[in-house]
Each structure stands twice: as structure tokens, then as C-alpha cells.
């Protein structure tokens, strides 16, 4: 019985091992195909979040005055983050009431966040997501293109993936 018990024991501590989820795991997979890892510790942000490849499109970063921290890569990435999460269920009754921007459809519901298709004249797709790093929330949302269209289903999937997959800094990088 006692080898019985202590193969168990030793069964369960290799799952229990094999099956944690840090940091180091995430750094050392593959980047999404033409994305890279971009570290905000220098921003206040304790963690990295996938952008797209700078070699094909510029890159700006800009800290505003009220906190958030705007990522912007050519005309196919735009993501504002923000400290502390957001009350999604109370963004999703401001997406079902908007009067000028009408609801069409839900795409994405999860508990994190939302991915929704609207319109006003054309379709458009929009996302908020909240995700944490460390002991810290962030709510991160998707900025209108300053050229005035719109994104597309796909670019909005991918922002909305960097932002579910952000990368924790360990706790010495955070502290920069």
C-alpha cells in the first residue's frame, strides 16, 4: 500500500510541476507570425505585450497625461492600456444601448473581455479586454485609426490576443 500511495504522491507532483503557468514558459514560445515582443517596463507596465514586426511598420509609443499608455504600429495596431481593469459588464450594456453606433453582433464574449461588430454608416469592430500581470489588472482597448477606417475582424483578433497574452516582467524587470 505505501508504494501504492508513494507512486501517487510522485505522479501528482510531476503533473502539478509540468502544469504551472509563469512567465518563463511564455518568453522562451514562438512569437504569433509577424509579431514581437515588445517590453512596456519602462512605462510603468510590469509586463511585455506582442506588437508587429517595427521592420515593417513605425512603431510609437505615447504616454498620456491621464495615464494610459497608447501602442500604435503603422495603420494595424492601435491599443490604449489602462491601469486597474474595466466593468465589462457595464461596457457591454453601453455597446447594447448606443444609438448611433448600433450593435450587430457580439464576435467574442469571454469572462476577460469582448470583442463586438458595430456600425454607424460601415461596419466596425471594436474590443476591450482586461488582463493581469503579476498582482496588477490592466484594461486594454482598442484606438480608433486616426485615418478614419476602420479595422477589420482580424487585426481587431489579433490586438485583442496581444492583449490576452501578455507577458508578466519578473519582478527585478518591473521595478525599472
Not at 70 to 95: C, M, P, R, W, Y
Not at 148 to 154: D, I, L, T, W, Y
Request: aromatic share 10%; proline share 3%; net charge negative.
Amino acid at each position: 500500500m505505501k508504494k501504492i500511495n508513494f507512486f501517487f504522491l510522485i505522479v501528482s507532483m510531476v503533473v502539478f510541476y509540468s502544469c504551472g503557468n509563469n512567465a518563463e514558459d511564455k518568453t522562451t514560445s514562438a512569437a504569433p507570425e509577424g509579431m514581437h515582443l515588445l517590453d512596456v517596463t519602462r512605462y510603468g507596465k510590469p509586463f511585455s505585450i506582442y506588437v508587429p514586426d517595427t521592420n515593417k511598420a513605425k512603431l510609437q509609443i505615447v504616454e498620456q497625461s491621464s495615464g494610459e499608455l497608447h501602442i500604435k504600429a503603422g495603420n494595424q495596431f492601435a491599443v490604449s492600456i489602462t491601469n486597474g481593469s474595466s466593468d465589462l459588464e457595464l461596457k457591454k450594456n453601453d455597446i447594447r444601448s448606443d444609438e448611433v453606433n448600433k450593435l450587430k453582433a457580439i464576435e467574442v464574449d469571454e469572462p476577460g473581455g469582448v470583442i463586438w461588430q458595430s456600425e454607424i454608416t460601415t461596419p466596425e469592430f471594436h474590443f476591450i479586454r482586461n488582463s493581469k500581470a503579476g498582482s496588477e489588472e490592466f484594461s486594454f482597448e482598442d484606438i480608433r485609426r486616426e485615418d478614419g477606417n476602420n479595422f477589420g475582424k482580424e487585426t481587431i483578433q489579433q490586438m485583442y490576443n496581444s492583449c490576452k497574452n501578455i507577458v508578466s516582467a519578473s519582478p527585478g524587470e518591473a521595478s525599472r
